[in-house]
């Protein structure tokens, strides 16, 4: 027993290794994507001409800029205040080709989780633990955030829906991992993918200069994941840019195991 509980200590705590890209490049993503235009699109810009927020991506709520509230949010998906790091991030795998999750530590089922789009799909105040942030929860914060009278209210609202923007996008984030793509829990902490990533910023950099964008439709947050295109059998469609990240990860790439 003693064992055990050593085993699975060691276990918890080396997770940011074994479940996500690293907490900092989630949260690099994200204000790079709310400070800058990509393909015509500026968060600053909607923000005020949309919402009416004159200060834009720096309009504070409860303290905090919405670029800051979207930057949290990547990391707030791993590690939420409050909550063991990282248990959410068992709910952070989708295999397109049997729509399956993390199948728990060496397939053992423990820890296992739901598939990433069953998690980002979850109904309203289901998610747990670590808070609520689903899709739906997402959608209802910003409907009260739109509709509320008194401004606390409002403003609380306002942020919990960039919050949790920023850990729908960390999800999606997540598709681009091959291990995460493919069941591979990737448990030691050096040659992964996404550590990788980490030790090689420039890269990164070079990347964003010619980013490559999803034109497919958009029907939720399910779409920017899986497309239900990708079979196993045809990897010739993940070449196209309307297929979601997760078909083109595991169709592309090898992971670690």
Not at 141 to 148: I, N, P, Q
């Amino acid at each position: 027993m003693l064992r055990f509980v050593l085993i699975t200590i060691i276990l918890l705590s080396s997770q940011a290794y074994s479940y996500a890209l690293n907490v900092e490049t989630h949260m690099t993503i994200n204000s790079y994507i709310a400070e800058n235009n990509l393909n015509g699109f500026s968060l600053d810009t909607y923000l005020k001409s949309n919402l009416g927020l004159q200060s834009g991506k720096n309009e504070k709520f409860n303290s905090y800029a919405v670029w800051e509230w979207l930057r949290d949010g990547g990391k707030y998906e791993d590690k939420p205040p409050w909550t063991f790091p990282y248990l959410r991030s068992k709910n952070h795998f989708h295999n397109p080709i049997n729509e399956q999750g993390f199948s728990g530590i060496w397939d053992t089922g423990f820890l296992s989780g739901d598939s990433a789009i069953v998690w980002a799909l979850k109904d309203k105040g289901t998610q747990t633990p670590g808070g609520y942030y689903s899709w739906f929860d997402v959608r209802d914060y910003y409907y009260r955030a739109l509709t509320s009278t008194d401004k606390t209210t409002r403003d609380t609202n306002f942020a919990q829906t960039f919050r949790g923007l920023g850990q729908l996008m960390h999800l999606i984030q997540d598709m681009s991992v091959p291990e995460h793509s493919r069941n591979d829990g990737h448990y030691l902490p050096f040659g992964d993918y996404e550590n990788w990533v980490s030790r090689n910023p420039v890269d990164f950099v070079n990347a964003t200069a010619f980013p490559i964008f999803f034109t497919g439709s958009i029907s939720s947050i399910k779409s920017f994941m899986d497309t239900d295109t990708y079979t196993g059998l045809n990897p010739g469609v993940t070449t196209y840019s309307t297929i979601g990240l997760s078909e083109y990860s595991n169709a592309n790439f090898f992971s670690e195991d």
